[in-house]
């Protein structure tokens, strides 16, 4: 399965931005998905994650109440709604899948390119 992440941007303090990890594979029905963000000269860091048919949702602290993450299954397609970003969330935007329904820890195996979202103030 290849994981493609789009949607980036630049926008201001405030405004919003809706990320979109597409899979070319079936297998990607059955997968949790995570996103992750990695700032410059910081370490990868977990944002968000959603189990393989929608229902569980875990999020990082620094984006609870701002970001909300869901499933679609009959596009492959995880997606990441953005809202009242702040400059801090600056970062390049990850998606990966692991195929096996891992959860509460799972084990990533598909990782996609990274998306760039910078917010300006």
């Known amino acids: 399965v290849q994981l493609q992440a789009s949607g980036g941007g630049v926008v201001q303090v405030g405004g919003s931005l809706r990320l979109s990890c597409a899979a070319s594979?079936?297998?990607?029905?059955?997968?949790?998905v995570g996103w992750f963000r990695q700032a410059p000269g910081k370490e990868r860091e977990f944002v968000a994650r959603?189990?393989?048919?929608?229902?569980?949702?875990n999020y990082a602290d620094a984006v609870k109440g701002r970001f909300i993450i869901s499933k679609d299954n009959s596009k492959y397609t995880v997606f990441l709604q953005m809202d009242s970003l702040r400059p801090g969330d600056t970062a390049i935007y990850y998606c990966?899948?692991?195929?096996?329904?891992?959860?509460?820890?799972?084990?990533?195996?598909?990782w996609g390119q990274g998306t760039q979202v910078t917010v300006s103030s």
């Open positions: 594979g079936r297998t990607f029905m059955f997968s949790t």
């Open positions: 959603v189990s393989w048919n929608g229902v569980l949702r």
């Open positions: 990966a899948a692991d195929p096996n329904r891992g959860w509460p820890a799972p084990n990533y195996k598909q």
